[in-house]
């Protein structure tokens, strides 16, 4: 069997800066032989983007603002890119966002608007974003979307948005039933803590990650490169019989109890 992604196009939404898990599964991709389409949320930072997927030799890369808030712009996106490049053989879903002031204190204090915004954008938009890219899957697919284990556990600090990922862990599973019938496989990958834009100016980062320095089973924290592999793997043919799956990469950390 030929695990080259020569020929194959993937959707990859969430780059922000080189720092982006996204940016790690587009390079891996890329690396595999893949051609790329990159979506961003709004024009703020997709000059970087451009930027960046420049350095990628002999990428002939698409891009698309998207907005996965906007139930219209998701489907002009892919209808934008059925037109421009047919078929696709997978995404890989890397957004999420929670208000600032929901990261911080007591689950207990978030508003109704604070849940249902991470709710909306972290969890409804794998659904909204499935739905629109699954008819362009038309060899079969792969969609990945990227999760924490505050959503399986209680994370100091995570609070909404551990609600929200395992809402999305549930998410996924549940696409995973509904769109094997037609070749294509939904799966998550748990990654353990990277110092991205996300992650910046929120809680106590430093702690957490000097705790899974001392505790992981492999005594480190994991990289973009290591969660792009992972990303390769499930994208791949690689995994042709794993759907529904969430695969941690974080050195071994969710082991211990
Ligand atoms: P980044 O800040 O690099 O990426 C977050 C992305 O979310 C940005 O590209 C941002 O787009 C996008 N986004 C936010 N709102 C919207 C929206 N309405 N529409 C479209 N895109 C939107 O951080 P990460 O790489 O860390 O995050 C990627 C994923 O990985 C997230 O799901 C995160 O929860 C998950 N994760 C991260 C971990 C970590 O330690 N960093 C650990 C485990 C999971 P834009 O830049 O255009 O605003
Ligand atoms: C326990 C922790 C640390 C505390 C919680 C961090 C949660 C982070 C997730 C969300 C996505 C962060 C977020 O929404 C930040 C925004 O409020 C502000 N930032 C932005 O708007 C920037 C500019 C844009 C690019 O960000 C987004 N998201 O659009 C968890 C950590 C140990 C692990 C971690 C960091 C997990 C995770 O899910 O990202």
Redo the contacts with the bound molecule.
Sequence with gaps: MNFSLKGRTYVVMGV?NKRSIAWGIARSLHAAGARLIFTY?NDR?SQQVKDLVSTLEGQDALFYECDVTDDEAVATTFEQIKQDVGTIHGLAHCI?????ED?QGEFVDTSRDGYLLAHNI?AYSLVAVSRACAPLMTEGGGIVT?T?L?GERV????NV?GVA?ASLDATMKYLANDLGKNGVRVNAISAG??R?????G??D?NS?TKKIEEEAPLRRTVTQEEVGDTAYYLLSDLSRGVTGEIIHVDAGYNILG
């Design positions: 922000a949320a930072f999420a966002f929670a208000n600032r990261l972290s990227l924490y505050g994370v100091k600090n995570y948005m990922k803590p990277i991205t834009l996300s992650a910046k929120i809680g980062f957490v």
